[in-house]
């Protein structure tokens, strides 16, 4: 086992978390600009629903499904063409930000119909008989109605991408993940591994107390 260069360390510290919270803020704006309106597309297209089309419906499940049910890893390698292509490189944080906002956009879209499918039924069919329109269904009755949980949906979200950042690292992503790996698994420092792993629980732990206050907070 190496000995361990502290001052090596914490001077590589600081940048690895700022890339982290760099990848994980990207792929959650990613998450809020585009799996909200691909969850309120899957809601309104179901069966029995405002807008039924079952071709959509079906296409973007399918879609959702195949990204979801992809290991990370997996997807991280079968992205790097399309990730050069659309930042230029296949390494580092911007890099890694394509593949988890991808994984973002439909893990959100798919919390966001399930909090859309909560919302209750009689308000919206009260909606309609007053010749509401569905847009103005889903932004003045379905959006609001289903906030806290999108809310709680958006934390978990969060504390996930957490943990995917850190795989990340394995492909040359950067971030707290890359910095275990060089560290902790290549010079095989055990005490470099439990930093690593303090800090990304000490991050998780924030994310969730934040995340339960701005849904305690929308939910009244």
């Given at each position: 086992m190496n000995?361990t260069?502290?001052?090596?360390?914490v001077?590589?510290?600081l940048p690895a978390?700022?890339e982290?919270?760099?990848m994980?803020?990207?792929a959650?704006a990613?998450a809020?600009?585009?799996?909200?309106?691909?969850g309120?597309l899957s809601y309104?297209t179901?069966?029995?629903?405002?807008c039924q089309n079952?071709?959509?419906?079906?296409?973007v499940s399918?879609i959702?499904n195949v990204?979801?049910?992809?290991?990370f890893v997996?997807?991280l390698?079968?992205?790097?063409?399309?990730t050069k292509?659309?930042v230029?490189?296949s390494?580092?944080?911007?890099a890694?930000s394509?593949?988890?906002?991808?994984v973002?956009i439909a893990?959100?879209a798919?919390?966001?119909?399930?909090?859309?499918h909560?919302?209750?039924?009689?308000?919206?069919e009260?909606?309609?008989?007053?010749?509401?329109?569905?847009?103005k269904?889903v932004?003045?009755?379905?959006?609001?109605?289903a906030?806290?949980?999108?809310?709680?949906?958006?934390t978990?979200l969060?504390?996930?991408?957490v943990?995917y950042?850190?795989?990340?690292g394995?492909?040359?992503g950067g971030?707290?993940?890359?910095?275990?790996i060089?560290?902790?698994?290549?010079?095989?420092q055990?005490?470099v591994?439990?930093?690593t792993?303090?800090l990304?629980?000490g991050?998780?732990?924030?994310?969730?107390t934040?995340?339960?206050?701005a849904s305690?907070?929308a939910q009244?």
């Amino acid at each position: 086992m190496n000995e361990t260069n502290y001052s090596e360390l914490v001077s590589n510290l600081l940048p690895a978390f700022g890339e982290t919270l760099e990848m994980c803020g990207i792929a959650l704006a990613l998450a809020i600009l585009l799996g909200v309106p691909l969850g309120v597309l899957s809601y309104l297209t179901s069966d029995r629903n405002i807008c039924q089309n079952k071709l959509i419906n079906l296409l973007v499940s399918f879609i959702l499904n195949v990204i979801m049910s992809t290991p990370f890893v997996i997807l991280l390698v079968l992205l790097l063409p399309f990730t050069k292509l659309v930042v230029g490189t296949s390494i580092g944080p911007e890099a890694a930000s394509v593949p988890l906002g991808i994984v973002a956009i439909a893990f959100y879209a798919r919390l966001v119909e399930g909090n859309l499918h909560g919302v209750d039924k009689g308000v919206i069919e009260a909606s309609i008989a007053m010749g509401a329109t569905w847009f103005k269904i889903v932004t003045n009755v379905l959006l609001p109605g289903a906030f806290s949980g999108m809310i709680r949906g958006l934390t978990v979200l969060a504390v996930t991408l957490v943990g995917y950042s850190a795989m990340a690292g394995i492909v040359g992503g950067g971030g707290v993940g890359d910095l275990a790996i060089r560290f902790g698994y290549y010079r095989y420092q055990t005490d470099v591994m439990i930093i690593t792993v303090l800090l990304l629980i000490g991050l998780v732990q924030i994310i969730q107390t934040l995340g339960e206050k701005a849904s305690q907070k929308a939910q009244k």
